[in-house]
């Protein structure tokens, strides 16, 4: 089988959709006898992006006379469009993947969003994925949707022993997410500055980019809080991999984090855009001398249902359920 994979971004940019597709390709490629073709743009700049949208159509119709692909998979936003066209020149179906809708789950009025809106609910494709089921809500023309969730390589992060706050000289807070406004980070500072206030040892460790995969876990593992203050999200994996390092969580309740994560059980939930709210959670799990059970329990939630293998097992699913 062999697959067609359009992505606009890739690396050294680093989201949702780019490490996906490359844990999807690692597994299907050396598991289920699939081939991926992977075409994207030679920058993540936006212009170029866009204009790659174009230049990616003849480019991908010169390739299927080596290669005869079986199914075009567009990822994201941009690809929608020449996956789409492509399907109907070459004649062989498109699976499109959605990693998240935040113009249009923040109802941004522009002419981005409409573009967004138009991609991701008005193009017809022949089945169409999503990382979470918060996207299942929106009036699409699309009736064929299935959620497939993120993964995460929990055998990749090494146990941690626990650190009780009284026991050390810091106690450090860490957030993840590309550098982007919907990631909240204006209201995670405003927070930290009110809960420092109470506990001076505190430490806020934000990074955005520039680490690698291997690096970037090594962080997770010296944190002792997981802290994500999006205003809108799909299924973040950050969320995934600072349960995988046994972190406890305090994120807000946009996307699918309403659906994982459940108040003192395995995390909190804080209101979007709402500094005060952020700060309680915070403060709640620091005050909280069981938090370690926090984030073992999330430990165990995805462990057992958030691996890249059962993601790949999905998708191959639904592979062959359109080629049929």
């Known amino acids: 089988m062999r697959i067609l994979v359009l992505i606009d971004a890739w690396f050294p940019f680093v989201g949702g959709a780019q490490i996906q597709i490359r844990n999807l390709k690692n597994i299907l490629e050396s598991e289920y006898k699939v081939k991926y073709y992977i075409l994207h ?148 500072e405003k927070a930290f500055k009110k809960v420092k206030k109470e506990f001076p040892q505190l430490e806020l460790k934000i990074i955005k980019k520039g680490y690698s995969r291997k690096s970037l876990i090594k962080e997770y593992l010296k944190a002792d809080l997981f802290v994500l203050a999006s205003l809108s999200e799909g299924q973040p994996l950050t969320l995934l991999e600072a349960w995988a390092a046994k972190l406890p969580v305090v994120v807000t309740a946009v996307g699918n984090n309403p659906q994982m994560v459940k108040n003192g059980v395995n995390g909190y939930l804080a209101k979007p855009g709402d500094v005060n709210d952020l700060a309680e959670k915070i403060i709640k799990v620091l005050r909280n001398k069981n938090r370690s059970v926090l984030g073992k329990r999330g430990y165990q939630l995805v462990k057992n249902n958030y691996s890249w293998q059962k993601c790949a097992q999905k998708t191959l699913k639904i592979y062959k359920k359109v080629l049929s």
Do not use: C
């Open 41 to 188: 743009a030679p920058s993540a700049n936006i212009m170029v992006r866009f204009l790659w949208s174009f230049w990616v159509i003849p480019q991908a119709i010169f390739l299927q006379q080596k290669y005869k692909f079986d199914l075009i998979h567009s990822h994201a936003y941009w690809p929608g469009i020449p996956g789409k066209i492509l399907s109907k020149v070459l004649r062989i179906p498109i699976v499109f993947t959605v990693h998240g809708s935040n113009l249009l789950d923040l109802q941004i009025k522009s002419p981005r969003a409409f573009l967004e809106k138009l991609i991701l609910t008005r193009i017809k494709y022949d089945q169409v994925v999503s990382v979470s089921s918060n996207f299942l809500k929106h009036k699409n023309v699309n009736k064929k949707m299935v959620v497939i969730p993120n993964g995460v390589d929990v055998e990749k992060f090494q146990p941690k022993a626990d650190h009780p706050m009284d026991d050390k000289s810091s106690f450090l807070i860490l957030s993840v997410g590309r550098d982007d406004p919907v990631k909240g980070w204006p209201y995670l």
